[in-house]
C-alpha cells in the first residue's frame, strides 16, 4: 500500500507589500570573502534580528521579499552592492538602514537605505556598469599602463572562463568603456623601486558580465603582462555610464 506524502497548506494570507526600500550595502576586509549565498543568509537573519516588517512570497515555502542584483565576485570588495526589499508597514529608510547595520557583522556595511515611491525603473535597469579599482603590488607602474593602452587598441580582446558546463568565451575588451593606471607615491629615493599600481576601469553589465579577473586575463592575451602578486579588487560604484562626464552615476 502506497503512503502520500502530505504536504502544509499555502499560506494565502500574506499581508501585502505597501512599501520598497532599496538598499547600497559594502562588502570590506574580510568579508569580501562572502559567497553570495552566505549573505543572503545573513542578510535574511538580520532582517528578523533588526524587526523589519518583511513582505513574503506565497506558496508553500514563504521567502522574504528581497531582490538581490549585480553581486560581486566572491573576494572582491565593494563599495556599492545593491538589493531591494519590500515591507508589510511603512518605515523611515533611516532607521532601517541604522538597525539593519547593527544586526550585520562589521564587515557587511549598510550604507544606504532609500523609498523607490514613484521611481518606475526597476533597479537592474539602473545598474548597467560597475567602476572597479584592480590593485596590483609589486608592479611597474609603466609597465601595466602601457599594457592597459595597448589593451584598450584592440578591437577584441577574447578570454575564457570555466564554469561548470565547460570553458565560455567572453569579450574582455567590449566591456571595458575607460581604463586608466594610477601609481602610489613613492617614498623620497625609491622612484625606481615597484610599487602599488591601480587600474581602474569601468565595466558594462554583460551577460555574462565580465570580472576584474577577465580585465587582466585580456591584458595577458593582449599583450603578455601577468602580476607577479594576486590583485585586490573593489568595486567603486555601480549605475549608468556617464561618458560626457567620465564616471558612473549611482540611482
Request: glycine letters at 6%; one cysteine or more.
Amino acid at each position: 500500500m502506497s503512503t502520500q506524502s502530505h504536504r502544509a497548506a499555502p499560506d494565502r494570507h500574506q499581508l501585502p507589500a505597501v512599501q520598497k526600500l532599496r538598499v547600497r550595502f559594502a562588502k570590506r576586509g574580510r568579508l569580501r570573502f562572502t559567497s553570495h549565498r552566505d549573505f543572503q543568509r545573513a542578510f535574511e537573519r538580520a532582517l528578523r534580528r533588526a524587526k523589519v516588517p518583511m513582505a513574503y512570497s506565497h506558496g508553500f515555502t514563504p521567502h522574504p521579499k528581497v531582490s538581490f542584483v549585480g553581486a560581486a565576485p566572491t573576494g572582491a570588495a565593494s563599495e556599492a552592492e545593491y538589493l531591494e526589499i519590500s515591507l508589510t508597514e511603512r518605515r523611515d529608510p533611516a532607521q532601517v538602514r541604522a538597525d539593519l547595520d547593527a544586526a550585520l557583522p562589521p564587515g557587511l556595511d549598510v550604507l544606504e537605505v532609500s523609498d523607490t515611491e514613484g521611481q518606475k525603473t526597476a533597479l537592474a535597469d539602473l545598474l548597467r556598469a560597475s567602476s572597479w579599482e584592480i590593485a596590483l603590488d609589486e608592479a611597474s607602474g609603466a609597465e601595466v599602463a602601457a599594457a592597459v593602452t595597448a589593451f584598450m587598441a584592440e578591437e577584441s580582446v577574447p578570454v575564457e572562463r570555466l564554469t561548470k558546463k565547460g570553458v565560455r568565451t567572453l569579450e574582455a575588451r567590449g566591456a571595458v568603456l575607460d581604463a586608466a593606471v594610477h601609481v602610489a607615491a613613492s617614498s623620497p629615493g625609491q622612484a625606481d623601486q615597484p610599487s602599488t599600481v591601480v587600474i581602474r576601469c569601468v565595466v558594462e553589465h554583460q551577460a555574462p558580465t565580465v570580472r576584474p579577473e577577465e580585465i587582466l586575463a585580456g591584458l595577458r592575451v593582449a599583450t603578455g603582462f601577468t602580476p607577479v602578486s594576486p590583485p585586490r579588487n573593489k568595486r567603486l560604484a555601480q549605475g549608468v555610464w556617464d561618458a560626457q562626464r567620465r564616471e558612473v552615476v549611482a540611482p
